[in-house]
């Protein structure tokens, strides 16, 4: 799916701001063809969440309503005229003027309706109404509950089965674009480390298309016409960390007297497996970084573009090269700045909380063995993988599609889940990027099910915090006898640590390294440091987290999760300069 972008053919308009909100009561059915009554100012956008204070707010469990109304003038609706969402999180169901135009599942990626038909010139009222519930059949999951107290009315109440905070609303930006009638469709692009490339430009209606491609000099280094072709350039720049050398492939269709166009950037880069390490270029590349989140004050997990520049330059300023978008997939505008700042991207689609019997804030209580007969979430997940690789596809900074962080894989049931899922993934991928499942601590060696289905086995292991804590010989013990044993089953797959960390109060010291103490972080990350380092195999380490980040509130978390090596807003703890010291010039051999 394309990016909006204003070119000679397209305009773009932009429908943030401060829209009316309400947030609705179960069964309440606001008004769609006139205002809402009673609304209060809310941004868009951006979590609703913290822009009001009390829980109710806070913690509202279902629907809420957006409303606002925009001008449409004559020369737009000679064009297709298109309203995009980069995302409203969890469910949206929108209306135009009272008519309803479509409702879209999954809270992480762009969705996007033709409204020629519906819009008028002039005035138009625009209604969204969302909803935030997670359960077994959404990702992420989560549980809905009706629980009884005695003398109160029933409460229902929503338990996500994960550790962030579930914003929700609105979150990324909402736009209204035009194209011609007959336009370009979506544009696929593969450039290799040898120069060679390939594309495909998929066309609605009918003309020619023509392309050229420019250098990031924006010299033309190659020009033809055809919806499809190959090609090789010469003495190629090449996409990766040190310098992200991006082309861009510029497509026009002529259909009569008028003409579409569009500019998609890209990278010639390879990415590969050899001698159990991720290469890049066909070199062994060492991933070095976090799993990150979007979160901030205010706006929540809400658009930030702000703290999206402060991250990357902070990724920079420690020596990270890459990150995992944990647990969702990030906004359009994170990955072009990945792809212009060289950052690695490891993209995760929402599919967290698959367990029914454990999440990272305690155990569920669920049936063992039970995960895989009580999800309906297949269907769905197969949606997201489709739509997070059609906007995903063309971006040089991904290098690893990862189709589910923490899910029962060592549960009956997990391989006949994942297998079509990684095969899916595979197929829809025009460039063939290795593919992961992000596993758990109950997925030991012994009884994973899905180490086989992945390129590069990730996985997240604390030993030293939840278990073995304070006893760092002892944890990096376990962790090096772990490894060990995940190399013995699949000697041919490189393997990397998806998380490690330890919750870290800011400005808690200690001269004997002690639990919570920035001391302690320190000792953590060195132990674990020593064990990545004396094994040849090891293709990465993403510290958990990259900040102190939201979550629900639960005994295990103090006002959030404290694993971030920056805190939330993004002051380093002394972790940092320790990981800076480490990663700085550091390129495993
Ligand atoms: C892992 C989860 C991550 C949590 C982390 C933790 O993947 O989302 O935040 O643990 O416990 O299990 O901090």
């Not at 929108?94 to 762009?110: R, T």
């Not at 290799?192 to 491609?213: C, I, L, N, P, T």
Request: overall charge negative.
């Amino acid at each position: 799916m394309l990016y909006p972008q204003l070119t000679d053919s397209r305009m773009v308009f932009d429908l943030n701001g401060v829209w009316d909100f309400k947030l609705l009561d179960e069964g309440q059915c606001p008004a769609v063809d006139g205002p809402v009554q009673d609304a209060i100012p809310m941004a868009v956008p951006s979590a609703y969440n913290d822009l009001y204070e009390g829980r109710a707010f806070k913690e509202h469990v279902g629907d809420m309503v957006y409303q606002r109304s925009f001008s449409v003038s004559a020369p737009m609706l000679e064009k297709r005229l298109v309203l995009r969402f980069s995302s409203a999180t969890h469910q949206a169901t929108v209306y135009l003027n009272g008519k309803l135009l479509g409702k879209h599942k999954g809270g992480f990626l762009p969705f996007e309706f033709e409204i020629g038909q519906q819009a008028r010139r002039g005035e138009n009222l625009l209604t969204v109404i969302v909803n935030n519930i997670v359960d077994y059949s959404t990702l992420p999951c989560g549980r809905l509950v009706t629980e009884k107290y005695p003398g109160l009315a029933p409460m229902v109440r929503n338990y996500p089965n994960f550790d962030y905070f579930n914003y929700t609303g609105i979150m990324r930006p909402v736009k209204l674009y035009t194209t011609p009638r007959n336009y370009i469709r979506d544009i696929t692009v593969v450039g290799h480390m040898d120069g060679s490339f390939s594309y495909k430009v998929d066309v609605q209606g009918e003309g020619e298309v023509a392309v050229e491609m420019l250098d990031p000099d924006k010299k033309c280094v190659f020009k033809a016409q055809g919806a499809s072709g190959e090609g090789k350039i010469e003495n190629v720049r090449l996409w990766a960390p040190e310098n992200p050398a991006l082309y861009d492939l510029v497509v026009r269709l002529a259909s009569g007297d008028e003409q579409d166009s569009y500019t998609e950037p890209f990278g010639f880069r390879d990415i590969s497996i050899q001698n159990c390490r991720i290469c890049l270029n066909g070199k062994p590349v060492y991933l070095k970084g976090f799993g990150k989140h979007e979160d901030s004050y205010v706006n929540g997990r809400g658009f930030n573009e702000a703290l999206n520049v402060k991250d990357v330059g902070l990724l920079k300023w420690i020596g990270a090269n890459s990150f995992r978008t944990s647990h969702y997939p990030y906004s359009e505008e994170m990955m072009r700045l990945c792809d212009r700042e060289g950052i690695m991207v490891i993209d995760e689609v929402p599919a967290v909380g698959l367990h029914t019997a454990f999440t990272a804030t305690g155990m569920l209580g669920g049936e063992p063995n039970g995960t895989w007969r009580t999800l309906q979430t297949a269907q769905h997940h197969r949606d997201v993988i489709n739509d997070l690789i059609a906007r995903d596809k063309n971006h040089p900074c991904v290098v690893m599609w990862s189709v589910a962080n923490e899910p029962a894989s060592e549960e009956e049931g997990a391989r006949e889940y994942f297998e079509p899922l990684t095969v899916l993934a595979r197929q829809q991928d025009p460039q063939h990027r290795p593919v992961t499942i992000v596993t758990y601590e109950g997925s030991s060696p012994e009884k994973c099910k899905v180490a086989e289905l992945c390129d590069v086995l990730v996985i997240n292991r604390y030993r030293g915090w939840y278990d073995t804590e304070g006893n760092l010989p002892g944890a990096a013990a376990k962790l090096k006898d772990e490894f060990e044993r995940f190399h013995a089953r699949c000697p041919e797959k490189p393997i990397m640590l998806g998380e490690y960390g330890a919750d870290t109060i800011a400005g808690m010291h200690d001269a004997t390294p002690t639990l919570f103490s920035e001391e302690y972080q320190v000792a953590y990350l060195e132990a674990y440091s020593e064990v990545f380092d004396s094994l040849p195999y090891i293709t990465g380490e993403h510290v958990w987290n990259f900040a102190d980040f939201a979550t629900a509130e639960n005994i295990r978390r103090v006002q959030g999760n404290k694993k971030g090596i920056f805190t939330r807003d993004r002051r380093p703890k002394m972790a940092a300069h320790y990981l800076k010291g480490r990663w700085t010039g550091f390129e495993k051999e």
